[in-house]
C-alpha cells in the first residue's frame, strides 16, 4: 500500500508556495500597488506594507502551497494521480483560502469590491496552476509489505 510521502508533499509545497509568492508580489506590490496604498490609507494604515506584514505574506504563501500538495496527496486514491486531480485540489484550497475569507470580508465593505474580485480571480488562477506544479514533484513512497509467516 502506497503512503503519503511527507518529504514530497514538502517539496511540492514549497514549489507551490514560490509560484504563489511570486503572482502575488506582482499583483499586489506592482499592478495594485497604489490601489491598495489608497485603500490601506482611507482605513487609516500606513499605505505601504511592514516588513513583518510581507513576511508573514510570504509564510502564508508556503504554508497555502503545501497545504494544496497534501490535499492533492490525500484525495490522489480516490481520483486518481495527474492533472485533473491536482486542479480538483487547488479549487478546494483556493475556496478555503481565498474565496471564502474574501465573501466574509466582502460585506464588510472594508476593501473595494474591485480589489476583492480581482485577487480572488487572481488567486484561482495562481493557486490551481501552483499545486499543478507542486502535484507534478509529487510521488507517493511505496513501502514494502512486511511477509509474516503462519504459525502452525
Known amino acids: ?12 509545497g514549497l514549489l ?44 502564508w504563501g508556503f504554508l497555502l502551497g503545501i497545504a494544496a500538495v497534501w490535499l492533492y496527496a490525500a484525495i490522489r486514491p480516490r481520483y486518481s494521480a495527474g492533472p485533473n486531480t491536482a486542479i480538483r485540489a487547488g479549487l478546494v484550497a483556493w475556496a478555503v483560502a481565498v474565496f471564502l475569507p474574501n465573501l466574509g470580508n466582502y460585506p464588510l465593505g472594508l476593501f473595494p469590491t ?10 484561482l488562477v495562481e493557486i490551481v496552476i501552483a499545486t ?17 509467516p503462519i504459525a502452525a
Open 1 to 12: 500500500m502506497a503512503h503519503t510521502n511527507r518529504g514530497r508533499v514538502i517539496l511540492g
Open 16 to 59: 507551490a508556495g514560490l509560484v504563489i509568492n511570486i503572482v502575488e508580489f506582482v499583483t499586489n506590490s506592482v499592478v495594485l500597488r497604489e490601489e491598495w496604498g489608497r485603500t490601506m490609507q482611507a482605513l487609516g494604515k500606513p499605505a505601504e506594507l511592514s516588513t513583518g506584514a510581507i513576511v508573514i505574506f510570504n509564510i
Open 114 to 123: 474591485r480589489l476583492l474580485v480581482i485577487s480572488s480571480i487572481v488567486a
Open 132 to 148: 499543478l506544479v507542486g502535484a507534478w514533484l509529487y510521488k507517493e513512497e511505496e513501502r514494502a509489505s512486511v511477509v509474516r
